[in-house]
């Protein structure tokens, strides 16, 4: 018997801020973000790498919160790691400290937090 491959619905981003920036994070308001190295969490239930297109763009329509962060001069995605879990579930995974709470996790039920991680310099 074939088992399919489930198809990846979920992301993350490694993200670099090579300087600190002090952001305006749509409603949430303004932050101070630390430089160095950072891990977003997302989803899409549809289009995936669409999605993930979208991101990796400079000039875009900011939406969501990690448009915001990805907009600064300072910010880079140096890699995208696509899963078949669940977006909680792999964001509980991931290390690093929450410095935004609420961070891409307006619509989180499972009570994560945030979908930002702070890894450090």
């Avoid at 792999?90 to 009570?111: E, V």
Wanted: glycine content about 10%; overall charge positive.
């Amino acid at each position: 018997m074939e088992t399919e491959q489930a198809a990846a619905v979920t992301y993350q981003l490694r993200i670099v801020l090579d300087r600190p920036a002090r952001l305006r994070v749509g409603r949430l308001g303004v932050f101070d973000f630390p430089a160095g190295r950072y891990v977003y969490t997302g989803s899409a239930r549809r289009n995936l790498e669409a999605r993930i297109a979208r991101h990796l763009r400079k000039e875009k329509r900011l939406r969501w919160h990690i448009d915001w962060l990805l907009a600064a001069p300072a910010a880079r995605v140096t890699s995208v790691r696509r899963s078949c879990e669940t977006e909680c579930a792999l964001n509980r995974k991931t290390r690093g400290g929450i410095l935004i709470p609420g961070f891409g996790a307006s619509d989180c039920r499972a009570g994560c937090g945030s979908h930002l991680r702070y890894l450090g310099k």
